[in-house]
């Protein structure tokens, strides 16, 4: 589990085997953080988070130790202020892929996964964008493989299909090329891989 603050959380399956109607508590979240993502991962994955302003920490899941449901979690990343995690990727480890980012005015770019070297969680991480004015902040990460097409949605219903392999692939310290032209006002909502 991954929150908007940084903190992440690993909790093995077999504490949700019994849920209830009511449900359960899956992590405790301190006051003005929110749940951001989970994601089931293995023994000897990487975990990256990636940040709203920017920013990427890639570590080794075994760096997080298991805790009980009721857990708060532990520090992932260290944020800079006004920033916020916006996604947690696995990386397996004969994983190959690319890391694509999408800023909220309609720029993106894929990453090779080796420019993301492995660190101890809790530091600031690296930069994985370079972001600007005409940028905006990143709004959504993906790893990508063998997936054909990416479909992006913005906030006012416009939606475009474009093929992964159009959209250049560059370095970390990049800003990306234009995938989508929005109205005015128009920010990406979300993106999805297929």
Do not use: P, W
Not at 70 to 96: N, T
């Amino acid at each position: 589990m991954a929150t908007k603050d940084g903190i992440i959380k690993k909790t093995g399956l077999e504490e949700f085997n019994n849920v209830r109607r009511s449900g359960l508590i899956a992590i405790r979240l301190r006051k003005g953080d929110l749940l951001r993502q989970v994601s089931k991962i293995k023994d000897n994955d990487h975990l990256i988070l990636i940040t709203k302003k920017g920013q990427s920490i890639r570590f080794k899941e075994k760096d997080i130790r298991a805790m009980g449901r009721s857990a708060s979690g532990v520090r992932g990343i260290r944020l800079r202020k006004e920033d916020e995690v916006i996604g947690m990727e696995v990386i397996s480890l004969e994983e190959k892929g690319q890391l694509l980012v999408v800023s909220e005015n309609g720029y993106g770019k894929r990453t090779d996964l080796k420019e993301y070297r492995i660190q101890k969680r809790g530091g600031t991480g690296i930069k994985t964008a370079k972001l600007t004015s005409k940028t905006g902040d990143l709004v959504n990460s993906k790893i990508i493989n063998n997936e054909q097409d990416l479909i992006v949605i913005s906030q006012k219903g416009q939606v475009i299909r474009t093929k992964i392999a159009s959209i250049s692939k560059l370095s970390r310290s990049t800003q990306g090329v234009r995938i989508m032209r929005l109205e005015e006002k128009d920010k990406v909502a979300s993106v999805t891989c297929v």
